[in-house]
């Protein structure tokens, strides 16, 4: 359990500012703020106020690695990559 | 005066970071290998069995009490540490009491194998604990010196960090930005990308790591508004201690600990016991306290179930009373030192850690990087604090990885009844890093690089095969007996010398890149353009063909 939440965290967040397509630019960065909002809550859910903030943190510290490596070298693959990933979450947040 | 705030902070941020950088470089690493001080221990105890599967916590405790009754009798407090997530094999500990003239006796931990009951005996070594040390105490000097010197630059890179914020002013425009280009380009935005994507971590662990010494630092402040009997007042808020009963030297037989376990499992409703800490073990006053992984970084009643050894009954009271100040300083080490963290946590701590380690690489060589054109335009060649910075930067930044390794291969390689191994196994580390360090005087500093990367990539890659070759702990074995955490360690160290690798060849093609295109600009420079264009491309073919 506790280990898909953490999946969770870092995979949510993936979905972020970082726009490719500029059609629906508008919506993106709400869209974000609440995303991050609600991984903060998933978080603090599942350890509590002190690990859950901590743990936040550090997820999003290697989301945000994982993120600029990828548009680096491989910008077109961050759409797919991040939609494969929330798949993931939402899925394993169903299972428990 | 530079001429406004900005640059005046650049300057500062450049002198602080280049001054400690190299012991900050090797502080973080030793930090960054920290987290996983008790795995590496474990690899390099290979005596040590493998994990055992499917055991039940009670068995785990009669055994641990058993060995206990009959080697630790009459000592105040025995610890048994079941095996968990970072070190597979049942623990026991016990301190002894104190020889004549000292005042705590020293404590003795073994490690007992589950199949016979008996203790067993692994080579002398450090392990992960000596590494783990030397992030805070270094090596070679007096503690009360190392303190000193650790909490210098750490305070240089508290100001560092704040320096770095206040200097990128971009830094929420260029949050993602990353031109992975050659030269200052490129250094330049991987130092911001580093810094800024464990900005949250790297504040929290130099402000933490400040506090560990507080009152060494702050020494003149406690001494001079306290008084010797407030001071210890302070003390005890500070760092509450468990309360128990003493022995009364009555003995009786207590209840078997597994017994004892049933009470703590309902309380909390789960079978999650990390360790036992038994007080006045088979006296009238014996207690056992059964303390489960952390729950919250500052401090969690539940954690810990105190009962009574003899009646069996649960004690109410917390054993440990924290005030708020307690919980302060709890929060704080628990967050440097990740005390809290799960296996997944604990991954991102360590590579957070290598984060920082690498901001810090980053730096230093984005110092070399930006000054190097017109280092390199000078008469006499560069001068000598460029010279200085760079074979310190090569010693260091890969320098330091490989005598790290070397600290593994001489826990392999080392005679196991060599007197003084653990002196033995540290100072193998550090003459290979002296090696390393003096060795890019003698060499043009592109060689020295490459070479250092090779020889990395080589150390690295290599050790795994060395452990098959030395122990039965090797990965081959960990994988058929499911030891997970052994494997791991094999094939981190394996990843690590294929990163080395990876960063060899890369550096290779860079360099030859350039002299590739130096040749053909000057080759095409020197004739005309039309006809001759086929021809100025054949000597870059032939170079390209000679050195791939």
């Given at each position: 359990m506790v280990l898909f939440c953490l999946a969770m965290d870092k995979h949510r967040e993936q979905i972020l500012d970082k726009c490719i397509a500029s059609t629906v630019v508008g919506f993106c960065r709400p869209t974000a703020w609440l995303v991050l909002l609600s991984t903060t809550y998933l978080s603090v859910e599942s350890f509590g106020w002190s690990i859950g903030v901590a743990v936040l943190f550090g997820a999003l510290t290697i989301a945000t690695l994982l993120l600029i490596l990828l548009l680096t070298y491989r910008a077109k693959t961050v759409p797919p990559v991040a939609v494969l990933l929330s798949l993931i979450v939402s899925i394993s947040l169903v299972i428990r | 005066?530079?001429?406004?705030?900005?640059?005046?902070?650049?300057?500062?941020?450049?002198?602080?970071?280049?001054?400690?950088?190299?012991?900050?470089?090797?502080?973080?690493?030793?930090?960054?290998?920290?987290?996983?001080?008790?795995?590496?221990?474990?690899?390099?105890?290979?005596?040590?069995p493998f994990i055992e599967h499917n055991i039940s916590n009670e068995r785990l405790l009669d055994i641990a009490q058993n060995y206990l009754s009959e080697h630790a009798q009459g000592v105040d407090e025995w610890d048994i540490m079941l095996p968990n997530?970072?070190?597979?094999?049942?623990?026991?500990?016990?301190?002894?009491?104190?020889?004549?003239?000292?005042?705590?006796?020293?404590?003795?931990k073994t490690v007992l194998d589950i199949s016979t009951g008996d203790k067993?005996?692994?080579?002398?070594?450090?392990?992960?604990?000596?590494?783990?040390?030397?992030?805070?105490?270094?090596?070679?000097?007096?503690?009360k010196i190392s303190y000193w010197l650790v909490g210098f630059c750490s305070m240089l890179m508290l100001l560092a960090v704040i320096t770095g914020v206040v200097i990128h002013k971009k830094i929420f425009t260029d949050f993602f930005t990353f031109r992975a280009k050659k030269g200052l380009v490129g250094w330049l935005d991987i130092h911001n990308v580093l810094s800024v994507i464990a900005l949250p971590f790297h504040f929290m662990i130099t402000y933490s790591g400040l506090l560990f010494f507080l009152f060494t630092y702050m020494v003149l402040s406690?001494?001079?508004?306290?008084?010797?009997?407030?001071?210890?007042?302070?003390?005890?808020?500070?760092?509450?201690?468990?309360?128990?009963?003493?022995?009364?030297?009555?003995?009786?037989d207590m209840l078997?600990?597994?017994?004892?376990?049933?009470?703590?499992?309902?309380?909390?409703?789960?079978?999650?016991?990390?360790?036992?800490?038994?007080?006045?073990?088979?006296?009238?006053?014996?207690?056992?306290?059964?303390?489960?992984?952390?729950?919250?970084?500052?401090?969690?009643?539940?954690?810990?179930?105190?009962?009574?050894?003899?009646?069996?009954?649960?004690?109410?009271?917390?054993?440990?009373?924290y005030t708020v100040s307690g919980m302060i300083h709890n929060g704080f080490f628990s967050l440097h030192e990740g005390q809290f963290a799960g296996p997944i946590a604990r991954w991102i701590y360590f590579i957070t850690?290598?984060?920082?380690?690498?901001?810090?690489?980053?730096?230093?060589?984005?110092?070399?990087?930006?000054?190097?054109?017109?280092?390199?335009?000078?008469l006499?060649?560069?001068?000598?604090?460029?010279?200085?910075?760079?074979?310190?930067?090569?010693?260091?930044?890969?320098?330091?990885?490989?005598?790290?390794?070397?600290?593994?291969?001489?826990?392999?390689?080392?005679?196991?009844?060599?007197?003084?191994?653990?002196?033995?196994?540290?100072?193998?580390?550090?003459?290979?890093?002296?090696?390393?360090?003096?060795?890019?005087?003698?060499?043009?500093?592109?060689?020295?690089?490459?070479?250092?990367?090779?020889?990395?990539?080589?150390?690295?890659?290599?050790?795994?095969?060395?452990?098959?070759?030395?122990?039965?702990?090797?990965?081959?074995?960990?994988v058929l007996q499911q030891d997970w955490l052994l494997v791991a360690f094999d094939l981190?160290?394996?990843?690590?010398?294929?990163?080395?690798?990876f960063s060899a060849y890369k550096y290779k093609t860079l360099t030859l890149d350039k002299k590739q295109l130096t040749k053909a600009a000057k080759a095409r420079a020197t004739k005309t353009k039309g006809v001759v264009v086929d021809k100025s491309l054949l000597p870059l073919q032939a170079m390209h063909r000679e050195n791939s």
């Open positions: - | 005066m530079k001429e406004n705030f900005r640059q005046s902070m650049k300057w500062f941020h450049t002198w602080v970071g280049l001054i400690v950088g190299w012991v900050l470089f090797f502080m973080f690493l030793t930090g960054t290998l920290g987290y996983f001080y008790q795995e590496i221990t474990r690899w390099m105890e290979p005596e040590r997530a970072r070190d597979q094999n049942l623990r026991v500990g016990w301190r002894k009491p104190p020889a004549a003239g000292a005042k705590r006796g020293k404590y003795q067993v005996d692994s080579r002398a070594t450090g392990g992960g604990r000596l590494l783990y040390r030397m992030h805070y105490r270094l090596h070679y000097l007096p503690t406690s001494n001079l508004q306290l008084s010797d009997d407030e001071y210890s007042e302070m003390r005890k808020e500070i760092f509450p201690r468990t309360s128990h009963l003493e022995s009364a030297n009555e003995p009786k078997k600990i597994s017994h004892l376990y049933q009470q703590a499992k309902n309380t909390w409703q789960a079978d999650e016991l990390s360790y036992v800490e038994v007080f006045a073990a088979n006296d009238i006053n014996a207690q056992a306290q059964f303390v489960r992984h952390e729950t919250d970084i500052t401090y969690n009643p539940h954690d810990a179930v105190m009962v009574n050894a003899v009646t069996g009954e649960v004690i109410i009271q917390a054993p440990k009373e850690g290598l984060i920082g380690t690498a901001m810090i690489a980053s730096g230093l060589i984005l110092w070399t990087t930006k000054r190097r054109p017109k280092q390199m335009k000078k006499n060649g560069p001068d000598f604090g460029y010279r200085l910075v760079e074979q310190l930067n090569i010693g260091t930044i890969v320098g330091l990885p490989i005598a790290i390794a070397m600290y593994f291969y001489a826990n392999r390689l080392l005679p196991i009844e060599l007197s003084n191994r653990v002196n033995w196994e540290a100072n193998v580390m550090f003459i290979s890093w002296a090696i390393l360090l003096l060795y890019p005087a003698f060499r043009p500093a592109t060689k020295a690089w490459r070479e250092q990367l090779q020889l990395a990539a080589l150390v690295y890659m290599a050790l795994p095969l060395v452990n098959i070759l030395t122990t039965d702990k090797h990965i081959i074995n960990s981190s160290l394996f990843i690590i010398g294929a990163c080395f690798a």
